[in-house]
Every structure is written in structure tokens, then in C-alpha cells.
């Protein structure tokens, strides 16, 4: 099992079918709901399953070097090298860092917008936990979006002041309290987080692209004979529903021939066995 989870698709392939089952499961189960949650399940399931249909671009010569940099590629190889630096990797190394600034920048706003408040889960569902807030603000920013309305806090129409009103409410928006050192804040952090993280990770990826391309043509034909290999002994659906239980059946008596045989008896036998 972990052989097979070792493998890039394999695991797309479990993770999908993990999905497809939930979303079924909670499709058929709870009877009277409006069936919101299967049915994001069932998208989910669907965007990996197109994820997966990448690999068959693994055969095509310009394709297949770029499929390679956006995934982890463990290539087990003697005639190879042992680990290929991916793109994925850079992105993810890149993603701790961005996180912690987002975290601390977001609390920064919180704090000085909405002083005193405690609690920050709220009273409703964990869709309107005011947690959440404090993570989109700065993390739209690291895109490029200001937010200057909500930093100089312009045009608040459908809020309150009232703290007995929010607290008790969640569908009701609590008032921001203007600060002048919020857009400072904000300013410095979007300075840093697009100049200096975004081209950090930019240059990880040059990196990344330079030391792909340089056994481009390697990787390729690795990647090529792993497609071709995995589809060599395969039957195309809906064949596979009418053969595949007989491949079962042979493969379990096949094992249970090789169990009750005793390689030491005949050395032959066990020369095979081996």
C-alpha cells in the first residue's frame, strides 16, 4: 500500500474515489437535506478526476517536462537521479513563510479595528466565525488587492456599534473603529509580501525550471515508459466490469497455490519461486 501511494496518480486516483464515496454516502443517507455538502463533495471528486487526466500529457515531449516541475517526482531509478526538485516543493516552502506574515498581519487589523474583541468564533455556524476575517483580508492583499475602504473604514451601512446587539447576533456585522496606523500597516505589508516573498518564490521557481530543463529529455521518456508500462496490462472500461472479477478470482488462486507449495522440497520449484 505504500508502494502504491508513493506513486503521484495513484494517490490522485484514492483521493478522488475517497470522494465520489463520501459525496455518495452523504448523497443516500440524510434524507430531507438539501444535499449541499454531497454535492461539493461530488464537484471535488469531479476537479481531481480532471487533475488525474493530466498524466496522459505526460507523453507529449513539450508537455511532459512541465508536468513534471508542478508535482513531487520520486524517480526510484538506478539509470535516473534520486529526487527532483518540483516546483510544488517551492511553492509550499513559500506557503509557510507567507502564512506566518499573513497571521500576524491579519491579527494587527483585527486588533485595532475591532478592539476588546474576545470572541473570535462567534455565536452562528463556522461560516460566519469572525476568525475568517482575519485570514482574507491580508491574504487577497498578497494578490494585489488593497482593501482601502476596509482599512480607512469607508461605507459601513449594514453594521452596529451596539455590542449587546453583535455579540448575541452573528448575522449582524459589528462597526470598525478607524486607526490611522492600519493602512501604515498594510502598506509595509503589501510593500514586502509582493516585491520581496512573491519574487522569492519566483526565483525558486526559475531555479526549478532551469535544473528541469537541463534533463528535460531524460525525464520525458522516463515519464513515457511509466504511462506506457502502467496502461500495458490494463482492459479499457466497460470491458474491465466483466474481466476484472476473473483476474480476482485467479490472482487469489494463484496465491493460494504458492502458499501450499514448499520452494525447499524441489529446487527447481524454488528457483522459480524466487
Same mark, same amino acid.
Given at each position: #500500500?505504500? =508502494?502504491?501511494?508513493?506513486?503521484?496518480?495513484? $494517490?490522485?486516483?484514492?483521493?478522488?474515489?475517497?470522494?465520489?464515496?463520501?459525496?455518495? @454516502?452523504?448523497?443516500?443517507?440524510?434524507?430531507?437535506?438539501?444535499?449541499?455538502?454531497?454535492? =461539493?463533495?461530488?464537484?471535488? +471528486?469531479?476537479? *481531481?478526476?480532471?487533475?488525474?487526466?493530466?498524466?496522459?500529457?505526460?507523453?507529449?515531449?513539450?508537455?511532459?517536462?512541465?508536468?513534471?516541475?508542478?508535482?513531487?517526482?520520486?524517480?526510484?531509478?538506478?539509470?535516473?537521479? &534520486?529526487?527532483?526538485?518540483?516546483?510544488?516543493?517551492?511553492?509550499?516552502?513559500?506557503?509557510?513563510? $507567507? +502564512?506566518?506574515?499573513?497571521?500576524? @498581519? %491579519?491579527?494587527?487589523?483585527?486588533?485595532?479595528?475591532?478592539?476588546?474583541?474576545?470572541?473570535?468564533?462567534? @455565536?452562528?455556524?463556522?461560516?460566519?466565525?469572525? *476568525?475568517?476575517?482575519?485570514?482574507?483580508?491580508?491574504?487577497? !492583499?498578497?494578490? %494585489?488587492?488593497?482593501?482601502?475602504?476596509?482599512?480607512?473604514? !469607508?461605507? !459601513?451601512?449594514? &453594521?452596529? +456599534?451596539?455590542?449587546?446587539?453583535?455579540?448575541?447576533?452573528?448575522?449582524?456585522?459589528?462597526?470598525?473603529?478607524?486607526?490611522?496606523?492600519?493602512?501604515?500597516?498594510? $502598506?509595509?505589508? #503589501?510593500?514586502?509580501?509582493?516585491?520581496?516573498?512573491?519574487?522569492?518564490? *519566483?526565483? #525558486?521557481? +526559475?531555479? @526549478?525550471?532551469?535544473?528541469?530543463?537541463?534533463?528535460?529529455?531524460?525525464?520525458? =521518456?522516463?515519464?513515457?515508459?511509466?504511462?506506457?508500462?502502467?496502461?500495458?496490462?490494463?482492459?479499457?472500461?466497460?470491458?474491465?466490469?466483466? *474481466?476484472?472479477?476473473? !483476474?480476482?478470482?485467479?490472482? $487469489?488462486?494463484?496465491?493460494?497455490?504458492? &502458499?501450499? &507449495?514448499?520452494?525447499?522440497?524441489?529446487?527447481?520449484?524454488?528457483?522459480?519461486?524466487?
Amino acid at each position: #500500500m505504500k =508502494r502504491y501511494l508513493y506513486d503521484f496518480w495513484n $494517490a490522485v486516483d484514492l483521493t478522488s474515489y475517497i470522494l465520489l464515496i463520501l459525496a455518495l @454516502t452523504v448523497r443516500h443517507s440524510i434524507e430531507g437535506y438539501p444535499y449541499t455538502i454531497a454535492r =461539493r463533495l461530488f464537484a471535488l +471528486s469531479l476537479l *481531481i478526476m480532471y487533475i488525474r487526466f493530466l498524466q496522459l500529457f505526460l507523453m507529449n515531449r513539450r508537455l511532459g517536462p512541465t508536468l513534471i516541475m508542478i508535482k513531487e517526482m520520486p524517480s526510484y531509478h538506478d539509470a535516473i537521479f &534520486c529526487v527532483v526538485s518540483s516546483q510544488l516543493k517551492d511553492l509550499l516552502y513559500f506557503l509557510v513563510i $507567507a +502564512s506566518i506574515v499573513i497571521v500576524g @498581519t %491579519g491579527t494587527y487589523y483585527h486588533a485595532n479595528l475591532y478592539p476588546n474583541h474576545i470572541n473570535l468564533v462567534g @455565536t452562528g455556524s463556522w461560516s460566519t466565525w469572525h *476568525i475568517w476575517k482575519i485570514l482574507y483580508y491580508p491574504y487577497w !492583499q498578497l494578490y %494585489g488587492e488593497p482593501f482601502n475602504e476596509f482599512l480607512e473604514v !469607508q461605507d !459601513q451601512p449594514n &453594521c452596529t +456599534s451596539n455590542r449587546s446587539l453583535y455579540e448575541t447576533n452573528s448575522e449582524v456585522e459589528r462597526c470598525a473603529e478607524k486607526d490611522p496606523t492600519v493602512p501604515v500597516v498594510a $502598506a509595509a505589508y #503589501m510593500l514586502i509580501s509582493n516585491l520581496l516573498l512573491v519574487n522569492l518564490v *519566483i526565483a #525558486m521557481f +526559475s531555479y @526549478t525550471f532551469d535544473s528541469v530543463m537541463a534533463n528535460s529529455e531524460m525525464l520525458w =521518456r522516463f515519464e513515457r515508459y511509466t504511462v506506457i508500462t502502467n496502461y500495458e496490462g490494463k482492459v479499457p472500461s466497460p470491458l474491465n466490469i466483466i *474481466i476484472r472479477p476473473f !483476474q480476482l478470482m485467479n490472482c $487469489a488462486r494463484q496465491r493460494f497455490k504458492r &502458499c501450499k &507449495c514448499d520452494p525447499a522440497d524441489d529446487p527447481e520449484k524454488g528457483t522459480n519461486f524466487l
